[in-house]
């Protein structure tokens, strides 16, 4: 008879952020797994800190390092999600994303060497920088950047060449997935509450600015075209990447998207306005709401570049993992609005 298998043991650095937290919360309602955490806060963890399976210390990659070495060597699956992944503070902080997204995760790469323990590590759909080609395919699309000045690719040059050592390890012998985000977008993506131009990301910067009465700023015009993926999709993927059911997601990349949620930022902002009409409290926001152009220059400075189009093929996911998005833009807008505008306490509610 053959012995139960003992649940898997999961370890989540950067547990309270976007990914991490959603992604704890979906573990513990639809697993058995036990889920260790670090991060430097809890605030999106603060419904599941009490949960007998998780178990959180607040903390710093880049301090506690002991901590985190026990924790790899009795883990069975470590996800490394701290980095800066915010295209200001690329500009801004060149040095600081380069010391946090590759150097201090470079460290807990080699841990994973060291302990043979599987590695789950977000790569990013930056890696494929400017490249012209339409859909993007994780193991035939090239990655084209521009000139050293542009500071701005300093966050996908990390990001690829720490891909390009997980897969150099991983002929070696280190087991690995990498996956690449496709603009996620939900409920904790940043808070919507803060006023302050540039501290979030696209979609939360928009739904903050019609908040607080301020004018959405298109970047170039807003010609830019994203296909945005709700949280739920790319949640329900990385539990199948980590379930690994007979090895499907093993030494493979696989970018996790939505091609059909792809919408020049211009209409996200159209989108996202029409959406505010459906809660009476902020009709008026959405009826004042102005849309701005301005500079990518004046924006987020001289050192910033664009990228134009950015859409997934998500082949690979599909035929590994039996796994595609299913929820489209404006549900996902929706769902991000109860959150944060109606207190609905929404959680994840795919299916396992």
């Not at 801004?92 to 470079?106: G, T």
């Not at 299913?326 to 207190?343: E, F, G, K, M, S």
């Amino acid at each position: 008879m053959n012995e139960k298998q003992s649940p898997l043991k999961v370890l989540i650095l950067g547990a309270n952020g976007f990914i991490g937290s959603s992604l704890t919360s979906a573990m513990l309602r639809r697993t058995d797994w036990e889920v260790y955490g670090m991060d430097v806060g809890d605030h999106k963890l603060t419904h599941v800190l009490g949960h007998n399976r998780f178990h959180f210390v607040e903390g710093d990659i880049t301090i506690n390092r002991e901590w985190i070495e026990y924790h790899v060597k009795k883990c069975d699956v470590v996800i490394p999600l701290v980095a800066i992944a915010n295209p200001a503070q690329y500009v801004k902080h060149p040095l600081r994303v380069f010391e946090l997204d590759f150097e201090a995760n470079l460290e807990i790469v080699r841990k994973c060497v060291k302990y043979g323990k599987r590695l789950v590590f977000p790569s990013t759909s930056e890696v494929y920088g400017m490249c012209p080609e339409e859909v993007l395919d994780e193991q035939a699309s090239n990655m084209v950047y521009g000139p050293i000045d542009k500071q701005r690719w300093i966050y996908a040059a990390s990001k690829q060449l720490l891909d390009r050592v997980i897969y150099a390890y991983g002929l070696e012998g280190l087991d690995y997935t990498l996956f690449r985000p496709f603009n996620w977008i939900g409920p904790k993506l940043d808070n919507v509450m803060e006023p302050k131009e540039g501290s979030s990301r696209l979609f939360t910067q928009f739904i903050s600015n019609v908040i607080f009465k301020k004018p959405i700023q298109l970047v170039d015009g807003g010609s830019q075209s994203r296909s945005f993926t709700f949280i739920d999709d790319g949640v329900d993927c990385l539990l199948k990447i980590i379930e690994n059911k007979d090895g499907c997601a093993s030494r493979k990349i696989f970018n996790i998207g939505n091609p059909n949620n792809n919408v020049s930022v211009a209409d996200l902002a159209k989108i996202i306005i029409e959406a505010f009409k459906h809660y009476p409290d902020y009709q008026e926001h959405a009826e004042q709401a102005q849309v701005v152009s301005v500079s990518s220059q004046e924006y987020f400075g001289k050192y910033y570049q664009d990228i134009y189009t950015r859409v997934p093929s998500i082949e690979a996911a599909k035929e590994a993992l039996g796994w595609w998005p299913t929820v489209d833009l404006q549900t996902a807008i929706r769902r991000t609005l109860d959150y944060h505008l109606a207190h609905e306490d929404y959680e994840l509610t795919s299916a396992a």
